[in-house]
């Protein structure tokens, strides 16, 4: 069985990140850049079904410039056997990576593929249901735990207010949560190891797709600050404001 | 400019989230029909029907439609979109869920979790974890659109009698089935509907200190939340997560205990009219955005602070 993750190159989660001072985009000269977190978690799953002995091979892809490559090797010291770099430069919409990744899938033809739920730059969380409406597959969005038996992949989700099984058909997409699994750590070994295995670049007029724009980011700003209140001395205070000035509890 | 707002329903009632979609349907123009698809939700239907504004109110009832999932449901809402301009959803675990993949069977971009509609194309949204907002337009004739609820004061639910129509289509693309549904049962209100939120974050310690939380909770009708590091820690389910990556709440009053006020923490909650914090750090960003800060060690306040209300 052959499992396809896809891995984004975004801004480290713990940069704290913020426009630039015209106003066109975020600042991301001299920012620390890492694989997406979610992202991570995709690999991690897609390696225990290998340890399992469920998954034979794992192909990773990522979209996006040269420096992807980064990402992509990180994800072959964690474990994945070959990777395919999908080169596009600039500005990418999901509807775009979607098509790109189908194109990625035609190819390949996995029997499952795992995308993070969303990224942690666009927060847009549409990649993985695209690639689904786009392939025709079944999709386990915002997966905490999947199982796979013969051709019948049987995911838990995480839904408002509880959780939900599904039974999906294989192929199928996942898309992961939090708490699918906690990621390793890659070992100098294996990082070594990563840069000996294959990668390939392809490009977007090598699988037939023409790219288009369907948003335009006119302009980037700060939240509206909150402003800070006060301190208040003890507990006693806090329950008069609350009563008194803010009337929120009676 | 006719907009069909997705209803977010259990095919029994109308959640409260559809509500806030109306509302955002409702400034895009003011044709805005609602589209209620589910498995014997014929009462939802009604109940959609009682919202004023509305145009008319889709039924689409099959057994196939019953658990929503989206294989088919997205099938049937890229059909029933054709004459619209726009389609709208609230951004629930539903809503995106469904709606990119019809964007995709569309062959149009999705616009996430929108704040607000600066005019027909033109919307601004959160990235980064709400550390920068975007300013957005749509270059598509039809624009697919997730709602922040929280961003939209809800219209009113009643008062309204618009005609329901059956839609016929059935999509079953057989290749997912549903299983079941393990939904939390509690007294206290949903997190993401109640008007008072008491979240607790590594402070807390552990899962068991929690019931100090539940006994303030219970006396003021709150829902408890968390943070993503509570969480993380193992000392709640990820249901009770408030955050970017969680769900995203605008009570009246949100009580942050032992929360040091991560970024991504405050992505979910800042937008709420009074916050409160309590924490020994007086240093804690959380206190940055806190209405009233108490530096105190929790472990003293809260039995304090319960006794007191």
Redesign the interface.
Known sequence: MKALVAVKRVVDYNVKVRAKADGSDVELNNVKMAINPFCEIAVEEAVRLKEAGTVTEIVVVSVGGKSSQEQIRTALALGADRGIHVEVDGRLEPLEIAKLLKGVVDKEQPNLVILGKQSIDGDNNQTGQMLGALTGMPQGTFASEIKIDGDTLSVIREIDGGLQTLKLKMPAIVTTDLRLNEPRYASLPNIMKAKKKPLDVVSPADMGIELKTHITQLSVAPPPERSAGIKVENVAQLVDKLKNEAKVIS | MSTLVIAEHDNISIKPATLNAVAAAQQLGPEVDILVVGGDCAAAAQAAAAIPGIGKVLCADNAAYAHQ???NV?LLIAEVATPYDNVVAPA???G??????????L???????IISIESAD?FTR???????????????GKKVITVRTTAFDGVAAEGGSASVESVTSVHD????????????VSDRP?L?AAS?VISGGRGMQNGDNFKLLEGIADK?GAAIGAS?AA??AGFVP??Y?VG??G?IVAP??YIAVGISGA??HLAGM?DS????AINKD?DAPI??????????DLFT?LP??EA??
């Open positions: 999932l989206a294989e997205s629930t675990t539903s995106k869920n469904t709606m990119p993949r019809v964007a995709a069977l062959d149009v971009a999705q616009i996430s979790d033109t959160p990235i980064y974890a709400g550390n920068v907002i975007a300013t957005v337009q749509s270059n598509d693309a057989g290749i997912s089935s549903f299983v079941r549904e393990e939904v939390a949903e993401t008072i003021l993503r969480v993380d990820n249901d997560q970017q990556t769900k009246d009053l970024i991504q800042k009219k009074v916050i409160v007086g206190f940055q955005v806190a209405d009233y800060g108490l530096v105190a306040a304090e602070f007191a209300i």
